[in-house]
Each structure stands twice: as structure tokens, then as C-alpha cells.
């Protein structure tokens, strides 16, 4: 018995050194202990006979490091049941991520360590907000007052501002766009959700453009709703025509009906802008299929040459969403607009209530200049920079050697260039998302890759690849001469011995997925 308890005395003793190997000290049972203490106070030594308190210490010692195993054993085995049942939905597993916050990251990284990085890979103007804007927040800050909520909808001065927008920039009248079917937002990205909680439940089927905005595809996931992927035509559109053709092959396939379709004019990343004739014809289809359109305008006001139109022009039941983050160059004051039809202004209100209760008041408050005679002046200037870093991006692509099987979206608006550069200039493993690392680690120019923007289940986004101007002139001037230099330099990985070495590299990267490594 004696000999017993001293072989399992010695085995607890082990067990609890290999514990304070791994961790200095390990916390008491609730009276206290320190068991670095304890040991160092407890003396441990082979019982002899008639020797009650050197076994009663060991048995005190057995005892209490048992108690701590199993309760230690215990703690874990319930965190690891509790771990267990906390997961991520499945909701969440929808959401790809962004391959252009990749490169974003590791573009800062990169000038963090002093290297001259060109950010051409975000839509995010290089200018504040205009002077004007800026000091009615200085000013709003500056009084006395509780910076409170708004109604839901937001500030009515601000609404009425947006009304006027489209009388003036559209010529619609004002019981077109009345003030109490407007809804400010907090951002674009606040509107979509609200829409689509609002127009569609989960199992509905949604229309998107094969090639768009990701968060549309991403955000209606999120919400249970299934994707119709429509193919834009040979100018990079998605016009009547082809959403014609999609509904035809889902009634031929007895396909779930289209319940509704988003799509930007000008669009992300193609720059494709509808003409009016175009966007009503769309409109039309949707109305006569009882399609819910949703028109993205946040690209509004950064257009070169081709005639703007909103929905708003050619259906009462479209919804329109706006930004102040583009034209108005607002990224950050996180505000939006929404034009709504009557039927969905309860279910508006009521989930901007619950979601967002109201958008940023200070941003509010300073939007309302946004119209000022200043701030326009101000925000046209802007343009004109666009416009000249448009012009030189256009103009070097189309001097670039050995370039000539690249397509080219048509820009006609917006803040992107997007490029196609066609199956010969890429392979297996040296695809544009490949290429913009390349880029980015070499000459330290920071593009996107198309496959944040493509249809997942084609090939097209390791095909193409986006340039953004937004970061001005002198930015996208040397981007493009570093460019340059770079595009023989992949031709020759696309087509040489780094050909060869990375197929074997995705060959073992493919090996070891399905090993489970």
C-alpha cells in the first residue's frame, strides 16, 4: 500500500513538472496557491515507516495535484465543447474576401519599409471633401449643442438639397423626386443592405453582370439570396437585350423566376456607362418581367463625354442609390442616398430604424454644401484631374510593346481602367492575380486583379486586372512608365522556365490540398 502510493505519488509529481515546464506557474484552486510555493515549501521525501507527516505531506501533494489535473483536464474539455459550438455562420462562409485588400496590405507594408509605392488598386479619390463641406463641420462641431440623431430618413434640409439635385442635373420635377422618398444612408454599402433586405427574401433569385461591384454578389449571398449571372456583351454591358436572353434560358431550364437586378452606370471595374435609351429599355423589361431594378449612380458626375441618365427618369419603381464617396469625394464621412418607390418606404424606414437608426449627423450636416457654389467649382476641378490621368493610361496602354491582344473596357466613366489581356498572356499559375503581386514586389505599383470583380466560376479574373486613376496625375504617370518596363519582363515568366516551375509549384499546392496538408 505504502509503495503504492509513493509510485503514484511519484507519477503525479511528474505529470506536474511536465506542466510547470510548459507554464511557469499555475494558478491555485481557488484558495490561493501558488504552486511554485508549494513546491518550494513542501518538502517530498521516500515515507518511512512511522513517519505520519512526510506521507501526510505527499498525500496532501497527491491529492491537490490531482484535483488540479482533473480540474485543469476538466476546464479544457469544456472549452473545448464551448469552442465547439462557437462557430462562424454559414452565412458568413459566402463572403469571399477582397484579393485587393491582399494587395493593399502588402502595398503598405511595402511603404512602410520606405519603398516609393504608386496606389493605383482602391477607387478612393486622392482629395478631401470640398472646403465648403469641411467647415460646416468645423462648424457644427463648434456650437453647443447635442450632435443627436436625425429621423431616420435624415436631415430634411439635406433631402431637399438631393431633390433639387435631380431637378437640376435631370430636369425632373420636384413630385418626381419628393423629399419623403429619399433616405439618407450611411454609404452606398448602407443602402445596398437596407434594398436588399427589403426588396428580397432569402431563395430569391437576384440578377448581377458577370462582370461588377463584388459586394453586390457577396452582401445578397450574405442574405440567402441566389445569383443569376448575367454575360455583359462585347462593350462590357449588361443592357435589355441580355437580361432578355437570361430570363429565356431560365424559362427554358424552368429555372426560380428573376426577382430582381442590380447594376452600376458607370460601372466598377468596366467603366460601360448605358446611354438613356439603353437604360430605359432596361427599365421597361423590368417592369412588364416585375423585376426589382436597383440602379448603383455612385460613379454620377465622373463621366467623360457620354450623356448621364438615372432611373429615376424611366420607372417610379426603381431604386436609385448614390454616394457622396466618389464625385463628392467623401469616402470617409461614410453617406449616402437612396431614392425609393412608395411601396417599400415602410420596410425602408422601419430597417433603417433597426439597422442604422440614422446616418452620421455630422456628416449630414456637412453635406448640404456639398451644392454650394464653392464646392462644385471645387469638385469639377477634380474632375479635370480625372480626367487627364484617364488620358495618359489610355494613351500608354495604347503604345505598350507587345500589347495588342489586350482588351480595354470602353471607361466612359467612373474612376477605372479595366484591362482584358486575353489568353496568351497568361498560364497556370502566372494569371493576373500572380501578376499584380509580381507588379506590386518589383516595381512597386499596386494594380487589381480582376478575379475580385468576375463571375467565380469562369476564368476571366485571372485575366484581368483594374487600374484605378483616382491617386492623381503624377501617381498614375509614373505607374504607367513602371509598367512598362514590367509587361516584357512577364511575358517572358508567362512563356519561359518560371512557366515550367510554377505549374510544378501548383501541382504540389493542389497535392497537398487534397492530402489535407
Partial sequence: SSCLGVLLSSFLRFVFILFLWQKESIPGDGIGWSWMDLLKTTTITTPQKNTTTSTHN????TIVITAQVVAMTS???MKSIESSRLVQSQRANKVAPFQVMEILQRANELQEEGKDVLHCEVGQPSTGAPRPVAEAAIAALSENQVMGYTDAFGLVALREKISQHYQDRYGLSQDEVPTDRIVVTTGSSGGFLLAFSACFDAGDTVAVGSCGY?????ILSALGCDIATVPLNDEFKLTAKELAAEIRRREERKDPRIKGLILSSPGNPTGAMLSPNELEELCKLCEDQNIQFLSDEIYHGITF??????????????VIINSFSKYYSMCGWRLGWMVIPEHLDRPINSLQQNMFISAPTISQRAAISCWDADSIAELEGH???????REVILRELANFPLFEDVRIS???????????????NVADGFGTVNMCKCLLEEEFVAFTPGIDFEDPDDTFGERRFRISYAG??????QAMARFKKFWPRWLEKVNGDDRQMMHIIVLLQSA??????
Avoid at 305 to 318: D, I, V
Avoid at 410 to 424: E, K, Q, S, T, W
Fill in 410 to 424: 470602353p471607361a466612359d466613366g467612373g474612376l477605372y481602367i479595366y484591362c482584358d489581356v486575353g489568353a496568351r
Fill in 512 to 517: 497537398e490540398e487534397a492530402s489535407g496538408v
Fill in 305 to 318: 463625354g457620354k450623356e448621364e441618365a438615372t432611373a429615376l427618369k424611366y420607372s417610379s419603381n426603381a
Fill in 58 to 61: 505527499f498525500d496532501v501533494l
Fill in 472 to 477: 492623381g496625375l503624377d501617381t498614375v504617370t
Fill in 75 to 77: 476546464s479544457a474539455a
Fill in 214 to 218: 463584388p459586394c453586390y454578389r457577396n
Fill in 383 to 389: 474632375l479635370d484631374r480625372y480626367r487627364q490621368c
